[in-house]
């Protein structure tokens, strides 16, 4: 199984504030990753796929970037309706999900 | 706009087997691979399994004893069936599609979730 390590897994923030969350895999995954925003009692919604190809109806403040083993989501400019949970997701293998990085107000 | 909706039972036994439904509409589920995703609670996501419309499984190794995924084209649904559950299978089942585009894999469309509680 390849292992996702998200960090941090909470962080605190101001709307405004840049944002970058990280995701490790335990080995080269290329491209093959997905990322996730999770509000309280709703279903994931897809941000981010092929490491860094924004889906559709994605704002554009949403980034992705990396390969291989690193990679990282981006938010520029915080807005409230971006306090939710991140989830990467490896897609070079059977699916598996970090442990998640909750955003919070400061 | 493609909508999936899970359904069944929100309280089961232990030892007994969970049984859902995932009804698709607004497309074909004759294309695409068909997911269950779950996530205990207050825990993150866990991916189970899922199906291509010929009818191909593949499920997380862990669970591949008890899950068996399977398709109803005529009905356009999908349904996830674990069996031998304990309490921590408790979780809210999501199903999904699951995409291949752009040289890569995603869930792109999602339900909205069935809590399935196990307990006597």
């Known amino acids: 199984d390849i292992q996702m390590t998200q960090s941090p897994s909470s962080l605190s923030a101001s709307v405004g504030d840049r944002v970058t969350i990280t995701c490790r895999a335990s080995q080269s995954i290329r491209t093959y990753l997905n990322w996730y925003q999770q509000k309280p009692g709703k279903a994931p919604k897809l941000l981010i796929y092929a490491a860094s190809s924004l889906q559709s109806g994605v704002p554009s403040r949403f980034s992705g970037g990396g390969s291989g083993t690193d990679f990282t989501l981006t938010i520029s400019s915080l807005q409230p309706e971006d306090f939710a949970t991140y989830y990467c997701q490896q897609s070079y293998s059977s699916p598996g999900f970090g442990g998640g990085t909750k955003v919070e107000i400061k | 706009q493609v909508q999936l909706q899970e359904s069944g039972p929100g309280l089961v036994k232990p030892s007994e087997t969970l049984s859902l439904t995932c009804t698709v509409s607004?497309?074909?589920?004759?294309?695409?691979?068909w997911s269950w995703i779950r996530q205990p609670p207050g825990k993150g996501l866990e991916w189970v399994g899922y199906?291509?419309?010929?009818?191909?499984?593949n499920y997380k190794p862990s669970l591949k004893s008890r899950v068996t995924i399977s398709l109803d084209t005529s009905k356009n649904q999908f349904s996830l069936k674990l069996s031998s559950v304990t309490a921590a299978d408790t979780a809210v089942y999501y199903c999904?599609?699951?995409?291949?585009?752009?040289?890569?894999?995603?869930?792109?469309?999602w339900g909205q979730g069935a809590l399935v509680t196990v307990s006597s």
């Open positions: 607004g497309g074909s589920i004759s294309s695409y691979y």
């Open positions: 999904a599609r699951r995409v291949v585009a752009a040289g890569s894999y995603y869930f792109d469309y």
């Open positions: 199906i291509y419309y010929s009818g191909s499984t």
